[in-house]
């Protein structure tokens, strides 16, 4: 009977642990659930909670955003959500742009400038015309031009007796209207492409409030013999707003009688609480602008020039008296990421096409050229983007397209590319520079994400990688394509938070 007893006590005492190991079970089970929902930021498919909540604050539906995220290394994406959709990138694009720049035309790249003696040279003079053949460097401004004249100075050249001849043959583009895109036309973001690209056109209107004469002091840099300035400023005491520039009345007029001379009309209000600000504008044709900077920068140098300028090609028994080579193409593109330099990205762009044959400076170089040579490029890399429209290369654009998860395999695949550590560093840094100098300050992101940003009107994007606190690299995507895409930078930011 002891036996039978013992044995039915250890029975139900067997019962009783299974019931409780079970339930325990059960238990760890709801509690790992629970871990996974509250503490990991995100898996495929889903957001993070806050940033769900922060677009919802925003007004921004979730099926107006496309976001990927990746390790680096890792099978599958960690956040996947309408990451396949076609969508507007804004400068987003440059990332494709400036990722096929270096590997197709490699990081040492530079363009070509070259000019030319139209007549007989004699004891440092020119008894002819000078001519500037343009092969699109993006960055001939203010101070590689000075450095173009200095070393044509520097060949003996003195006089030029006759005009200057801009050759402009190098690309072969619409003539398109500067002001179709916004109806702002003197902007210099809507500057467009030309072969023979001079400081993009570009007078900066410095702002200088004195006081003491009641009075907004206006200095523009380069100051063009062609441009004058009437300035009817008045100079208020109101605090100073974020869109100072909607205050100031601007009136451009030309006057194609006067040698294509600028007048720029100055109306509207200043606050002194703005202190000194600037404004770059676009308001000469190239021609006009090219020819009153190249006159200012020689006389600068003791050369002496007094002609006029002509729209032509190179003649063909004109002889080769400089090549000026551009900045290497890996320091050209920290400028087009950094600071989302259009048309630098154009006229890289448009490059692509022209040396896709791999013969240097091949003319004319086109838009389709350019978007051939980009669906080989990414062929060639197993990429496949049937839903990418890039327009001109830099993003500034209604209809240019492509899908999250598409900007998110370009850059994984860019970083197994012996080109990424000059890619990278033209990435803006999360609160250090660039267009993200201003954004995750004293959060741990901060100098740890090098992030592309893109901003249009209904269009808000980001794109690039961040380390979190582990140490592990993600490929990061978030495109928004809505009416109210300019309130969903919160929600970026929150989704770079939570994945660090």
């Known amino acids: 009977m002891a036996l039978i007893y013992a044995a039915k006590s250890n029975y139900k005492a067997i019962q009783c642990w299974q019931t409780h190991h079970i339930l325990l079970l059960k238990t760890l089970a709801v509690l790992c659930l629970l871990i996974n929902v509250l503490l990991v930021p995100a898996h495929a498919n889903n957001l993070p909670t806050l940033v769900q909540q922060e677009l919802k604050k925003a007004g921004v539906p979730e099926s107006a955003i496309g976001v990927y995220v990746h390790e680096i290394g890792a099978d599958k994406p960690t956040i996947s959500v309408n990451a396949e959709t076609a969508m507007n990138p804004a400068s987003v694009m440059k990332l494709v742009t400036t ?25 440092g003079v020119v008894h002819g015309d000078l001519v500037i053949k343009g092969y699109g460097d ?3 401004d203010l101070e590689n031009f000075w450095l173009l004249t200095n070393r044509l100075r520097q060949t003996g050249l003195r006089e030029i007796t006759g005009d200057l001849i801009l050759d402009h043959s190098h690309f072969d583009i619409p003539q398109d209207d500067p002001g179709a895109f916004d109806g702002q036309p003197y902007r210099t973001y809507n500057v467009l492409p030309e072969a023979l690209l001079v400081n993009y056109r570009t007078s900066v ?31 208020t005491k109101e605090q100073c707003r974020s869109d100072w520039r909607r205050l100031l009345g601007i009136n451009v007029q030309t006057n194609d009688a006067t040698n294509n001379s600028v007048v720029i009309k100055l109306n509207g209000s200043y606050s002194i609480n703005c202190g000194k600000r600037s404004y770059p504008l676009g308001l000469h044709d190239s021609s006009t602008y090219t020819r009153d900077l190249f006159k200012l920068l020689w006389e600068q140098q003791g050369g002496i020039f007094q002609g006029n300028v002509i729209n032509g090609t190179t003649p063909s028994g004109a002889s080769l008296i400089k090549t000026y080579q551009s900045p290497p193409l890996a320091e050209i593109i920290r ?29 004319p170089a086109t838009l389709a050229k350019s978007d051939h040579a980009i669906r080989q490029w990414l062929t060639s890399k197993q990429l496949y983007f049937p839903e990418l429209i890039i327009e001109n290369g830099s993003g500034l654009s209604r209809i ?20 990424m550590p000059e890619l990278l560093s033209s990435m803006p840094i999360a609160a250090v520079d660039g267009t993200m100098r201003n954004r995750l300050h004293r959060t741990p992101v901060s100098g740890l994400a090098h992030i592309k940003t893109g901003s249009l009107n209904e269009v808000r994007a980001i794109a690039g990688y961040m380390l979190n606190k582990d140490g592990k690299r993600f490929v990061v995507v978030f495109l928004v394509n809505h009416p109210k895409a300019v309130f969903s930078r919160t929600a970026m930011d929150i989704l770079l938070q939570s994945l660090y």
Do not use: C, M
């Not at 630098?344 to 022209?354: C, E, F, I, K, V």
């Open 99 to 123: 990722f096929a720049g270096l590997e197709l035309l490699g990081p040492a790249y530079s363009w070509q400038t070259k000019l030319y003696a139209n007549g007989i040279q004699d004891n």
């Open 335 to 363: 400028g087009i990421n950094k600071f989302s330099n259009n048309i630098a990205a154009r006229q890289l762009y448009l490059t692509l096409g022209a040396a896709a044959s791999n013969t240097r400076n091949q003319s």
């Open 205 to 235: 209107l410095h702002f200088i409030p004195q006081p003491e004469s009641n009075a907004v002091h206006i200095v523009v840099d380069p100051l063009p013999e062609s441009l004058l300035v009437d300035n009817g400023l008045t100079l």
């Open 400 to 419: 240019s397209r492509i899908s999250a998860e598409h900007v998110g395999k370009l850059l994984l695949a860019a970083f197994q590319s012996p080109v």
């Open 138 to 140: 993006p960055k001939l």
